[in-house]
C-alpha cells in the first residue's frame, strides 16, 4: 500500500542480499523511486533506533528474537507495528494411515521432502508431528523410518540468491 500511495519506503534488510536488486528492477521507476533498501548489522543500534524512529509504520518479518527486537526499539506514537513472526507448521499422521502397510513407505518419503524442501523454513514445512496412537508402528520405528527416508535424498546444494530467486 505504500508504494501504491507513493510514500517512501526505507526497507532495511535482515542480510545483505542480491536477490532484492533483481526484485526492485521489476518495479516501474515511479514506485523505484519511493524506495530505499538498506543493510546494516543489527548490532548498529543506533541505526536501528534512528530508523525506528523516525517510521510511521513498521513491518516485521523474522523469527521470535527479531520481532522482540525491533518491538523494544524507540517510535513515534502513531507508528504501527504490522509483524509476520515465528510460524509453525505441522504434518499429522492418523491412525488409519498407520496402520495400512501399503504405501506407508511413500508417505514418509513424502513427509520429508516437505521436511527439508526450505530448510524448514517455509510455513509448509512441518515443524512438528503429531501421530496418532495405533496397533502398527511404534514412535521409535516411524522415527527410524524417517531418518532412513532423510539418509535417501540428495544432497541439498547451496544455491546463490539469483538461483533461489529464479526457482520462486
Known sequence: PALLTKNVSLVKLAAPDPAVAVLLAGLNLELREAVEVVWFSSSET?????????????????????????????????????????????????????????????????????????DQRACSSPQMLFVEKNERIGLEELAQDIASALARLPVKPDNEAFTTLEIL
Not at 510511521?56 to 527479531?66: E, H, S
Not at 522482540?68 to 504434518?91: T, W
Open 46 to 118: 543506533a541505526l536501528s533506533q534512528a530508523m525506528s524512529a523516525a517510521a510511521d509504520a513498521k513491518i516485521v518479518w523474522g523469527g521470535a528474537q527479531a520481532i522482540a527486537a525491533v518491538r523494544c526499539l524507540p517510535q513515534p506514537d502513531h507508528c504501527i507495528n504490522i509483524e509476520f513472526g515465528p510460524k509453525y507448521s505441522l504434518a499429522v499422521i492418523d491412525r488409519s494411515r498407520l496402520e495400512q502397510a501399503e504405501g506407508f513407505g511413500e508417505a514418509v518419503a513424502a513427509l520429508t521432502r516437505d521436511m527439508v524442501a526450505f
